[in-house]
């Protein structure tokens, strides 16, 4: 029973409202999910099949190197050996930087382009036989001669073959270091140093004689020119100039770097990774290609690493020559993967070839790349993984995260609208339903305001027409209570009829110069004569001189003021006095009514001018009124082009101020 007539008009249309907004907000929220939902899945649909687009033109692309990279490998390995120089020649010029081309032979291998083998793997050179220098060696070790020893090995170092003067001249400036003959040795190894790939000591002469000569110079005290021939040797040993197995290479690499060489950059570096990567992979080719079966001999693919650098190796060939390339990232990349670059930008992705170990050969993919597709070495028909991811799924999902931007944004206008509709809706019920309640205060404060005059008329009526006041003083003094009650319904009527007037804004004042002072005095006398039978007094302070006037209808000025003093006089039970100043202010005339009364809150001196707004107060102090004397004060005084303040303190009293342009 309590709920249905809670919901009686118009509570009634509030709910009605906020349950149409409730659905309508809800069946917009789920169709902007499914619809957000659906979009997210055509977005990675998208992603998905622009990844398998681009990893079928990856994988085609490496087929189609490798299928040409064989083709031309068993075209090479057939080729008659005076042939096979100039066309392996002929086709290594077109590899990368980290591409070689190496014929595998059971005798050793041989690179093009030349140059680009750091080390190889190589049966030990032939050197002159050791028998041949076995008396100089008698004499220098055993019997300590080593002034017959340096003769036996200089006569040797005259002999025509190259790899008998290089053995004679390494042991001969051997000799000479030993007799403390640091020059002759220099010498000697300078000579030595001339003799070019001879082999001695397991390395051509003229790495060894070069290399032998730099302690000679450290020796000697000459270290600067010492530091800078390490310099150029380290140099020639980075770019391959010396047919070196793996073991002599290391060693001279780390002999060298026991000089002060100048430090190689970022790009240095990787050269030199990339060089021995190389080599490391050469050597591990033969190595797989001689202990291979005939039949594995004849086709094979791999990838081995060395420090995270993987190298591809294809080969092709018999059973006494293989041919084989040797190829890095770039070769790979640049050589068979060049023309797809304008498309896999096109399509914006980013792949990832990789070993059977997951060490990465090309490319890279982020860790956030999102979905993925690969293509197993079975596909790829090579010894790798390829893997492919969205390079702009960040742009994809940026797209979509746009999209759920604009329908978030517009499921939050209609949310908003909902609620800014259902505020509104509340707030005019509340406004509906406080108007309401203030008309029903304002009739019933009506009523008893009337009630009261017509009430004493009524009695005073009765008694004098029943001839039952035999006195006259007592008829005088009824007739004069009878005056006053008549003067205040009439002063009521008039007002309700005035306010409702200057509600509809047809209430016309005649307005003329007026003198302020004399217009507050003559208020204020009548008002203290009405008042004075229960002892009110009016204190009034006028510091404007008699020629100061207003343009203003003094009617309408005399009752905003009355109404003034008569709420001052109602809020004031304990203090029967009210203080009338009139002052200038600025152009203005300021007519300020002051009481000690029960004072206004801080919240009510917000409404307290509104229409058929009365204090919470008055119910305690039993003022009667209607809640229009403020809110005709505020329209008077509005209407000439004037101002009205209060000044308030619960407890400490109130001052209402009027404020009126002056007549100048």
Same mark, same amino acid.
């Given at each position: ?20 907004a409730?659905?309508?907000? !809800? ?22 099949? =622009? ?12 087929? =189609? ?15 008659a ?18 591409g ?31 028998a ?28 025509r ?7 004679a001249?390494?042991?001969?400036a051997?000799?000479?270091?030993? $007799? ?46 010492a ?28 002999e ?47 990838v ?17 020559r ?75 999902? $940026? ?18 609208? $909902?609620v ?23 009739v ?10 017509? !009430? ?58 007026v ?8 208020v ?24 100061t ?30 203080w ?23 919240a009510e001196?917000a ?58």
């Amino acid at each position: 029973m309590e709920l249905r007539r809670w919901l009686q008009p118009p509570r009634r249309l509030v709910v009605l409202f906020l349950l149409i907004a409730v659905v309508l907000v !809800t069946a917009t929220s789920v169709l902007a999910w499914r619809f957000l939902e659906q979009d997210r899945a055509l977005a990675r649909q998208r992603i998905q099949d =622009r990844l398998e687009r681009s990893a079928d033109v990856i994988t085609a692309a490496l087929g =189609r190197g490798a299928a040409e990279a064989r083709e031309t490998l068993t075209r090479l390995s057939s080729l008659a050996s005076a042939e096979l120089p100039t066309a392996a020649s002929r086709w290594a010029g077109t590899l990368d930087s980290d591409g070689l081309l190496v014929i595998l032979t059971p005798d050793g291998v041989q690179g093009f382009p030349p140059g680009r083998l750091l080390y190889r793997p190589m049966p030990e050179p032939r050197e002159a036989p050791a028998a041949v220098f076995a008396a100089g060696e008698v004499l220098e070790f055993r019997r300590r001669d080593l002034a017959g020893a340096a003769a036996a090995y200089r006569a040797l170092a005259t002999s025509r073959d190259t790899a008998v003067r290089a053995g004679a001249l390494l042991r001969m400036a051997r000799v000479e270091r030993k $007799a403390g003959q640091s020059a002759r040795a220099l010498e000697s190894y300078t000579r030595l140093s001339g003799l070019g790939m001879a082999p001695v000591s397991g390395a051509p002469a003229s790495l060894v004689g070069r290399h032998a000569r730099l302690s000679i110079l450290r020796e000697m005290g000459r270290t600067a020119e010492a530091e800078r021939e390490a310099a150029t040797l380290a140099d020639e040993l980075r770019a391959g100039t010396w047919p070196l197995t793996r073991a002599s290479y290391r060693f001279y690499s780390e002999e060298l770097a026991g000089y002060a060489l100048p430090p190689l950059d970022s790009a240095g570096r990787a050269r030199l990774e990339r060089a021995e990567a190389i080599a490391y992979a050469v050597s591990e080719l033969r190595a797989r290609w001689i202990g291979a079966d005939e039949e594995r001999r004849q086709d094979g693919s791999e990838v081995v690493t060395w420090r995270a650098h993987p190298v591809l190796l294809l080969w092709r060939g018999t059973a006494t020559r293989g041919a084989a390339l040797v190829a890095g990232p770039g070769q790979v990349e640049h050589g068979w993967l060049a023309v797809l670059r304008p498309t896999l930008d096109r399509e914006q992705v980013t792949f990832l070839l990789a070993d059977a170990s997951g060490n990465g050969l090309i490319g890279s993919i982020p860790a956030m790349a999102g979905p993925l597709v690969t293509r197993t070495t079975t596909e790829t028909r090579l010894p790798w993984t390829l893997r492919v991811a969205s390079g702009s799924s960040g742009a994809d999902l $940026a797209q979509y995260a746009a999209r759920r931007r604009m329908v978030t944004l517009v499921l939050a206008g209609l949310t908003l609208l $909902a609620v800014v509709g259902l505020y509104a809706a509340i707030r005019g019920v509340s406004r509906e339903l406080e108007a309401a309640r203030l008309q029903s205060e304002f009739v019933a404060a009506v009523s008893h305001e009337l009630r009261t005059p017509l !009430t004493a008329l009524r009695q005073f009526t009765e008694l004098l027409a029943s001839d039952r006041v035999g006195l006259e003083e007592q008829r005088r003094r009824y007739y004069g209570v009878m005056q006053r009650e008549t003067d205040r319904l009439q002063r009521l009527v008039e007002g309700l009829l005035d306010f409702g007037r200057m509600e509809a804004g047809a209430l016309e004042f005649h307005r003329m110069p007026v003198a302020v002072g004399k217009l507050v005095r003559d208020v204020a006398l009548e008002f203290q004569q009405q008042m004075a039978e229960d002892g009110w007094t009016v204190e009034l302070a006028d510091h404007v001189p008699e020629s100061t006037r207003v343009y203003a209808d003094a009617e309408a000025i005399g009752r905003s003021l009355w109404n003034l003093l008569d709420n001052a006089a109602k809020y004031s039970p304990d203090h029967r006095t009210v203080w009338v100043e009139v002052r200038r202010e600025d152009g203005q005339v300021a007519i300020a009514v002051r009481d000690r009364g029960i004072g206004i809150s801080a919240a009510e001196r917000a409404t307290i001018f509104d229409k058929f707004v009365r204090g919470a107060s008055a119910g305690k102090v039993g003022a009667k009124g209607t809640g229009i004397g403020l809110a005709m004060v505020r329209h008077i005084v509005g209407a000439h082009e004037g101002t009205v303040t209060v000044d308030s303190e619960p407890g400490m009293g109130s001052t209402f101020t009027l404020r009126l342009p002056v007549e100048e």
